[in-house]
């Protein structure tokens, strides 16, 4: 069965540091990679996606994408408490592009 | 106007009720979903649609069932709502842009089903 592991948290980071959040992946078909941010009680949104080996730079937000190891990671830069939230970590099935989601890491900043 | 809503987006019923939840879009997506989300367990595929006349079950659709009525339209129903079918649920759409199929959820409809 596919999977997308992900530690539950919570992770807490002091605000204005990095927050270095990660996830492991079972297929090794998969090509495309996402990370979605949820606040408690609202539906996720789309923070970043990587498909290529590397880093991936927005703004504070970097994707790092290694598929010999079948990882993905998000760092934050400048963490602020509005970055608290659950990070969800999605993988495409490679069939049909189906998303495999993991279960989220609960990010808190600290101030 | 959001992009994908949803209707209600918040429901107290009995055990037993039929229910329907509905879903809209109007960003033109062919894909659409439904999930729901319990606490610690993350996003679990009810049913998913590819168009019109394309519905597929998903991980978790014993108990549901689902209507396409449009490419804008899809609806999750409960023919006899159980107490464990509590929890958020979403609608999604997606569209195959920059390489993948990113996907875009409503706001969320809170069941409580007492």
């Known amino acids: 069965q596919k999977e997308v592991e992900q530690n539950s948290g919570p992770l807490s980071v002091p605000e204005g540091a990095i927050a270095s959040l990660n996830c492991t992946y079972s297929?090794?078909?998969?090509?495309?990679f996402f990370w979605y941010r949820q606040y408690s009680g609202k539906s996720p949104e789309l923070i970043m996606f990587?498909?290529s080996n590397g880093d991936k730079e927005d703004g504070r937000f970097t994707a790092q994408l290694n598929k010999a190891s079948q990882y993905v990671s998000l760092l934050i830069r400048d963490s602020q408490p509005s970055d608290s939230a659950t990070y969800l970590c999605?993988?495409?099935?490679?069939?049909?592009?189906?998303?495999?989601w993991g279960a989220g890491t609960k990010l808190i900043i600290k101030p | 106007d959001a992009d994908v809503t949803q209707t209600p987006r918040n429901r107290i019923t009995k055990t037993g009720k039929r229910i329907m939840l509905e879903c809209s879009q109007t960003?033109?997506?062919?894909?659409m979903y439904w999930y729901r989300q319990d606490p610690g367990l993350g996003l679990r595929l009810i049913y998913y649609s590819f168009d019109v006349k394309d519905i597929n079950k998903g991980e978790i659709s014993d108990g549901y069932s689902v209507s396409r009525q449009a490419q804008a339209k899809f609806s999750l129903s409960l023919e006899s709502a159980i107490p464990n079918q509590t929890a958020l649920y979403f609608c999604?759409?997606?569209?195959?842009?920059?390489?993948?199929?990113?996907?875009?959820f409503g706001p969320g409809t809170r069941l409580t089903v007492t």
């Open positions: 999605a993988v495409n099935e490679g069939s049909n592009y189906q998303l495999i």
């Open positions: 990587i498909y």
């Open positions: 297929d090794r078909g998969s090509q495309s």
């Open positions: 999604a759409t997606s569209d195959f842009v920059r390489g993948s199929y990113e996907q875009y």
């Open positions: 960003k033109g997506h062919d894909r």
